[in-house]
């Protein structure tokens, strides 16, 4: 390798040597073209082709010819200058600069195409220390369009001689804008002169606006004076607020506050106070109860409570709209009642809240439910006789029913019935076997199947054609009941009509339970009375009938005895048409749905006969066929068959 480079070195002293000699021995351009070639396709060379191919250059000699054209240049110069200088590619020209830049600590920067030298950069900032001293302040985007540079870069330089070159400060809030002390001082004395002669609330912008500020440097001023003491005043948001308005506002707030016992919203807008709610509770924390439209004081919730106490005392109502400030709306005295009722349960038990400002004691609605009662009695034995409540509740016991069995619901309804039925002729039967009487047993049975089974069949017909709301209880509507309250509610045309109409809202529910329970015990009761008369009914026909067939066969054996038989036979006839025919008579009236207090003549026995119930109308019409009989046996006989 040492061999070749003296071989280089050699041919390069015969070239010069050649170049400057005067005689005629010279190398040609080509051949100098040529040596160039070889030495360059050996590696032994490393240059650069001008951009017209004639010369060449060395890197080394490029990056002496870049510095020299930069500091020439005043130390800033673009690529496309050094291009045109220097006569090599862009391409060379921009890689040279890049590791020009990057050796060079700092001295040299790439920026935007350009070349910029650490020289350059002093006297920029030199530039601009003596604009800053001219005018007090400067931007960084100021400086960006008048240097065409980057801002960053600009910002970059700036900082780095802040305080050495540049005598200035950057912006607390704001690192791009400059500013000198003198500047600071003259901008802080008339802040403090325009915002110290303010009385009232006024918003930054519009002291901004009027006088020029800058708004990051007012804004930092601004919060430096306030810390320093500087400034009476405070920041709420973007609003300035002097102390003596605080002062005074506050002043006006605690006595207005001690007058009324209560703070409504509106005043404090108006007052300036954005968010009247926040800065009560800031001020008063919980000593303030706060509401939709404005905060209420313990004054106010000591006469809320001493009006609910005299309203359970009195076992009254009170409304709390007319007792409380007119500023209230209806919400906020709801609210009140709310939370005064619940933070005192010896309050709450025995009151309920109506028309939502209507405290009423419960002692006063149970009083007006007491009003109804005499009603309820009498709907109830109407009810009672007009057989409604009887079908109702054998609605609701069918219905009962069903809802168990998991067949049909038709199907599982007609079983229910004839359960009730058989059940209700079981109930009769022992009754009738209490007379001691096989026939009557029998007959008794008849009447109880009769009269459970016919009301049961009257039910499963009106439960298949009504709607289910039809088998509940009802007393009265809340339309009804509105009218009885206004005539039994003393001083009720005092009362708004929304409280009669709550009152009728809450109570009908109550009502019609009670009137109900007071139905089906009234119910039961007639069930029972009905019962227990039927029995005794029952019983005395029961008693008439086996004294009547004693005589028939008494009178029977002695009319045997006689020995005529034309006598005989009139005797039995007699009987038959007499003693026996009462006998049927009597079982006729018994079983009959309708009053009868007689049976006259037999075309009547027949005539009732007819509308007897069909499972006993058989019975009564072969007994009753027995009285045409020959003989008193066959009609004894049939008696004790029926």
């Not at 008439?544 to 020995?563: A, E, H, P, S, V």
Request: charged share 25%; proline share 2%; hydrophobic share 35%.
């Amino acid at each position: 390798m040492s061999t070749d480079w003296e071989d280089v070195k050699r041919l390069a002293a015969d070239f010069q040597r050649t170049q400057l000699s005067e005689t005629l021995l010279r190398l040609s351009e080509r051949n100098c073209v040529e040596i160039m070639k070889r030495l360059i396709e050996m590696k032994l060379l490393d240059v650069i082709f001008t951009s017209d191919g004639k010369e060449y250059i060395t890197e080394e000699h490029l990056l002496r010819e870049i510095e020299d054209e930069l500091f020439s240049a005043g130390g800033r110069i673009s690529l496309t200058d050094l291009v045109t200088a220097l006569n090599v590619d862009y391409i060379q020209i921009e890689a040279k600069a890049n590791h020009l830049s990057r050796t060079s600590a700092g001295d040299v920067s790439l920026v935007l195409g350009q070349l910029v030298s650490r020289q350059y950069k002093d006297s920029m900032a030199q530039e601009v220390d003596l604009k800053l001293q001219e005018t007090g302040i400067i931007t960084i985007a100021e400086l960006t369009k008048q240097y065409d540079l980057s801002a960053d870069f600009i910002d970059t330089v700036i900082a780095e001689r802040l305080g050495t070159i540049i005598k200035g400060k950057a912006d607390v809030n704001d690192s791009r804008i400059i500013v000198t002390n003198d500047y600071l001082s003259q901008y802080q004395s008339k802040v403090t002169g325009v915002l110290s002669a303010v009385t009232r609330p006024v918003p930054l912008n519009t002291v901004i606006n009027r006088y020029k500020f800058s708004e990051s440097i007012f804004n930092s001023i601004v919060n430096e004076l306030i810390a320093s003491k500087r400034l009476s005043g405070s920041l709420s948001g973007r609003t300035y607020i002097p102390e003596i308005y605080a002062k005074t506002q506050l002043e006006y707030i605690e006595n207005f506050y001690k007058l009324n016992g209560y703070l409504d919203y509106s005043t404090l807008s108006r007052l300036g106070i954005a968010n009247a709610q926040t800065y009560l509770q800031k001020r008063f924390g919980d000593e303030l109860c706060y509401l939709n439209s404005c905060a209420v004081g313990q004054m106010l919730n000591f006469q809320v409570e001493s009006s609910i106490e005299e309203c359970i005392l009195n076992n009254s109502w009170v409304d709390l709209v007319p007792v409380m400030p007119t500023i209230l709306s209806e919400s906020d005295v709801n609210i009140l009642i709310t939370k005064t009722l619940e933070q005192n349960k010896n309050l709450s038990e025995p009151t309920i809240v109506l028309c939502d400002t209507i405290v009423v004691s419960k002692a006063f609605i149970a009083k007006i439910e007491e009003i109804f009662v005499p009603l309820m009695n009498k709907k109830a034995t109407e009810d009672l006789n007009s057989g409604l409540l009887l079908t109702i509740f054998a609605a609701q016991k069918a219905a009962k029913l069903d809802s168990i069995v998991d067949d049909k619901r038709s199907e599982s309804g007609g079983k229910g019935q004839k359960k009730g039925a058989k059940k209700g002729g079981g109930g009769g039967g022992g009754g009738g076997g209490g007379g001691g009487a096989g026939s009557q047993g029998r007959e008794v049975k008849t009447k109880a199947v009769k009269k459970k089974y016919k009301p049961g069949a009257k039910v499963t017909a009106k439960d298949d054609s009504d709607d289910e709301s039809q088998n509940e209880i009802t007393f009265k509507n809340v339309d009804e009941l509105i009218e009885i309250l206004e005539k039994n509610i003393s001083n009720a045309d005092e009362c708004p009509p929304e409280f009669i109409k709550d009152i009728a809202l809450y109570i009908e529910a109550t009502l019609r339970d009670k009137y109900e329970t007071i139905a089906r015990n009234v119910f039961i009761s007639s069930a029972s009375a009905s019962t227990a008369k039927a029995k005794k009914s029952f019983a005395d026909v029961q008693k008439n009938i086996n004294q009547i067939y004693c005589n028939i066969l008494m009178f029977d054996r002695g009319i045997k005895i006689l020995t005529n038989d034309e006598l005989q036979t009139q005797l039995t006839k007699y009987l038959l048409r007499s003693l026996c025919s009462e006998v049927v008579n009597q079982l006729i009236i018994h079983f009959s749905s309708e009053d009868i207090s007689s049976i006259a003549t037999p075309e009547v026995r027949l005539k009732f006969i007819s509308k007897l119930d069909p499972n006993l109308k058989e019975c009564i019409t072969r007994l009753n066929t027995s009285l045409n009989a020959k003989s008193v046996d066959d009609f004894c006989n049939e008696l004790e068959t029926t």
